[in-house]
């Protein structure tokens, strides 16, 4: 225990030294009568990779559509870097937990779709999304449709497609739940070695507390729903660059899993008394 | 079963039929008033193949079709994006289009006859009405069907409403539309011929009529077997539009010949 440098805070008190560039200030998400979280406060700072964990069911998404502006909280505030979020946001990367990418456009049609919306020269754009397909490790699959590719690499191409216009934000939504386990460890060693190359605010949600504590600088848990809130946040302060599968066997991760899933363990529980 | 076998079966199915007609009228089993002869239908049909006069009849109900299909499939799509679309334009027309389409079209023809007269017009606006609520209401539903995700995903990549419309529903209602565009073609050639049928001066249908005024049903027939041959060859430019079109569906070109 020693080892463990871990200290549950809360999450409304936690002290940034860089620059917020995610603020979420008592926001409530509601549906009709249904409300799905209320009162949250979450600050993700700049350059920092924020996993929220809960159990299913208990509203994590409806946070993640109101920083993307795809859904508007019914009370509280959200802006990024300052700027309060209204409408779609388009300085956000957003990776889908579905098949997100557009099934009649090849792998560099999609990946160049950012690009294509905000006007950049098609010379350019064929470029810089030839340039990301290779980095995703798909060069040579330009020119195949979605339905042409595996599960994988068509997460990669959402990853490209995702951070090719350099965003402020990047959110992810149970981004490798649907993939099978060596696929999922490779897709988030992927994840981290892009994101290590130029660090960006991200926001992962995820029922996966290995891949909470695996890829996450900070993991906040959130309580069953409805009316969810944030119950604890904990910063995960393992070395980075990680190996995901490798830091499972960390005894540092261990100790932080066993605190978080302390935490977890009674939302869970509660949640599933809830739906039975 | 291969593909040879399965052409020689269809070739014999089709020998059998016609030589079995054939060989029924021959012994006077089938009377040839009300099933004329295949060889002497045959006859006919190459009669008015080789006769430029025939050629007429054939661009005018080519124009008629062509002309009432590419107007109620323009009219469709466009209506049927809209509304799909706006959901508040479509509740409020839903009883009005349900009520027109309730209306069998062929009752319609005299009062387009009154309205735009004998010629291509009236025949125009019956196939227009027969071809507009089938693509119509396939657009509708195509866009509705739009993947939310893959929405969300274009609009927050930045896209913005005429570019969604261009990137996402025009090609996700694709599929509904195109296959809504083969279905109207038949339809398409109904309107035009019902309405030759009914009143006009030159047409396929009019040949048809005529045949029929005459208790001719060699003619009769020669014009159905016209009539499909017509609708057959402009089902296969279609089916090459599509394959070209929608080249990124999976199988979409094994299902086809499946």
């Given amino acids: 225990m020693a080892l463990a440098m871990v200290k549950p805070v809360a999450a409304a008190t936690v002290e940034q030294p860089r620059k917020a560039m995610v603020s979420i200030d008592s926001v409530t998400m509601s549906f009709g009568t249904f409300v799905a979280v209320e009162n949250v406060d979450l600050t993700v700072a700049d350059g920092e990779f924020l996993a929220i964990v809960g159990p299913t069911g208990c509203g994590k998404s409806t946070i993640l559509n109101a920083i993307a502006g795809l859904l508007k909280p019914s009370g509280g505030r959200v802006s990024i870097d300052g700027n309060p979020v209204s409408g779609i946001q388009n300085d956000i990367g957003y990776l889908f937990q579905q098949d997100a990418l557009l099934p009649w456009k090849t792998a560099i049609e999609n990946v160049e779709l950012?690009?294509?919306?905000?006007?950049?020269?098609?010379?350019?754009?064929?470029?810089?999304?030839?340039?990301?397909?290779?980095?995703?490790?798909?060069?040579?699959?330009?020119?195949?449709?979605?339905?042409?590719?595996?599960?994988?690499?068509?997460?990669?191409?959402?990853?490209?497609?995702?951070?090719?216009?350099?965003?402020?934000?990047?959110?992810?939504?149970?981004?490798?739940?649907?993939?099978?386990?060596?696929?999922?460890?490779?897709?988030?060693?992927?994840?981290?070695?892009?994101?290590?190359?130029?660090?960006?605010?991200?926001?992962?949600?995820?029922?996966?507390?290995?891949?909470?504590?695996?890829?996450?600088?900070?993991?906040?848990?959130?309580?069953?729903?409805?009316?969810?809130?944030?119950?604890?946040?904990?910063?995960?302060?393992?070395?980075?660059?990680?190996?995901?599968?490798?830091?499972?066997?960390?005894?540092?991760?261990?100790?932080?899993?066993?605190?978080?899933?302390?935490?977890?363990?009674?939302?869970?529980?509660?949640?599933?008394?809830?739906?039975? | 079963m291969n593909v040879a076998t399965e052409r020689l079966i269809q070739l014999g199915l089709l020998v059998a039929i016609l030589g079995g007609w054939q060989l029924?009228?021959?012994?006077?089993?089938?009377?040839?008033?009300?099933?004329?002869?295949?060889?002497?239908?045959?006859?006919?049909?190459?009669?008015?193949?080789?006769?430029?006069?025939?050629?007429?009849?054939?661009?005018?109900?080519?124009?008629?079709?062509?002309?009432?299909?590419?107007?109620?499939?323009?009219?469709?799509?466009?209506?049927?994006?809209?509304?799909?679309?706006?959901?508040?334009?479509?509740?409020?027309?839903?009883?009005?289009?349900?009520?027109?389409?309730?209306?069998?079209?062929?009752?319609?023809?005299?009062?387009?006859?009154?309205?735009?007269?004998?010629?291509?017009?009236?025949?125009?606006?019956?196939?227009?009405?027969?071809?507009?609520?089938?693509?119509?209401?396939?657009?509708?539903?195509?866009?509705?069907?739009?993947?939310?995700?893959?929405?969300?995903?274009?609009?927050?990549?930045?896209?913005?409403?005429?570019?969604?419309?261009?990137?996402?529903?025009?090609?996700?209602?694709?599929?509904?539309i195109l296959s809504s565009l083969r279905t109207s073609v038949g339809f398409a050639v109904v309107g035009a011929i019902i309405g030759e049928y009914l009143g006009a001066s030159a047409g396929l249908g009019y040949l048809i009529a005529q045949a029929e005024g005459n208790f001719d049903a060699v003619g009769v027939f020669a014009g159905i077997i016209i009539l499909a041959v017509f609708v057959l060859v402009i089902d296969r430019v279609l089916d090459v539009v599509e394959n070209r079109l929608i080249k990124w569906r999976p199988n979409a070109a094994e299902e086809k010949t499946a």
């Fill in chain 2, 24 to 176: 029924g009228v021959s012994t006077g089993v089938i009377d040839v008033f009300f099933f004329p002869a295949p060889v002497d239908i045959f006859n006919q049909i190459v009669n008015w193949v080789i006769d430029p006069n025939f050629y007429r009849h054939v661009t005018i109900t080519l124009t008629e079709t062509v002309l009432g299909y590419v107007i109620g499939t323009g009219l469709g799509v466009a209506a049927g994006v809209w509304l799909g679309l706006s959901r508040s334009a479509a509740r409020i027309l839903d009883p009005f289009i349900k009520g027109l389409n309730a209306i069998p079209r062929v009752v319609l023809a005299p009062i387009f006859v009154l309205w735009l007269g004998l010629g291509l017009w009236s025949k125009v606006a019956l196939a227009v009405t027969l071809v507009f609520f089938i693509t119509f209401f396939n657009a509708m539903q195509g866009v509705r069907e739009v993947n939310p995700v893959v929405l969300a995903n274009a609009r927050i990549l930045g896209a913005k409403r005429s570019e969604l419309l261009r990137h996402v529903y025009f090609p996700a209602a694709a599929s509904w």
């Fill in chain 1, 114 to 276: 950012g690009l294509l919306f905000k006007g950049v020269a098609t010379a350019e754009r064929r470029e810089r999304s030839m340039m990301w397909l290779a980095k995703v490790g798909l060069k040579g699959f330009e020119q195949r449709y979605p339905h042409q590719l595996s599960g994988g690499q068509r997460k990669r191409v959402q990853m490209a497609q995702a951070l090719i216009t350099g965003p402020k934000v990047i959110l992810m939504d149970e981004p490798f739940s649907a993939l099978d386990i060596h696929t999922r460890h490779l897709m988030q060693n992927e994840l981290l070695r892009l994101w290590q190359e130029e660090r960006r605010a991200v926001v992962m949600i995820t029922h996966d507390l290995e891949e909470a504590i695996a890829l996450g600088d900070r993991v906040a848990v959130l309580a069953a729903g409805p009316r969810s809130r944030v119950i604890d946040s904990f910063d995960v302060d393992l070395a980075r660059p990680r190996d995901v599968a490798e830091i499972k066997l960390d005894p540092r991760f261990m100790d932080l899993y066993r605190n978080i899933w302390a935490s977890l363990r009674g939302e869970v529980e509660k949640s599933y008394e809830r739906r039975d």
